[in-house]
């Protein structure tokens, strides 16, 4: 049984399902928490507290995520993603969400209180898919200064 390094848990990465869209309230996340039931796994981590569920962006910002992972500060205005390469809930750094005229992002938040925020919801990361053609490669430089 692998134990968690204190920031990821090897599991999370079992535990990732792309969805259509997050819950945008807490009635519908706790219900959702409660469907994917990140603490039955817990004990190959650190604990049932620790490994909680998430929904939040991919870091290309084209899909949505669930996942069983550890709650995680996300600071300077960005919205949070799931990392397969990191195993853990991070900002992410193309999508600023405290630049949105509604709903802004604040400057600090947990990765648990995601669905109070636009980032996760399917309207927010189509607007970046629209801008973008992933299937080239686009410098994070050129990404900012056409979207920001």
Known sequence: MSKA????????????????????SLE??????????CAAFATQCGGPKELQ???VINP????????CAYAQNIVF???SEYSI???????NRRA?????????????YRSTEA??????????CSSFVRLFDYDRIISEQRFDSIFF
């Open 5 to 24: 390094n204190g920031e990821s848990c090897p599991i999370s990465r079992m535990t990732v399902q792309v969805v259509e869209d997050c819950p945008d």
């Open 53 to 55: 569920y998430h929904c």
């Open 115 to 124: 669905y109070k925020l636009l980032c996760v919801h399917n309207y927010y």
């Open 77 to 79: 205005g960005h919205c």
């Open 85 to 91: 390469s990191g195993n853990m809930v991070q900002r």
């Open 60 to 67: 290309f910002v084209n899909e949505t995520i669930e996942v």
């Open 28 to 37: 519908k996340w706790n219900r959702a928490a409660e469907r994917k039931n």
């Open 96 to 108: 600023k969400c405290n630049m949105l005229k509604n709903n802004p992002c604040p400057v600090f």
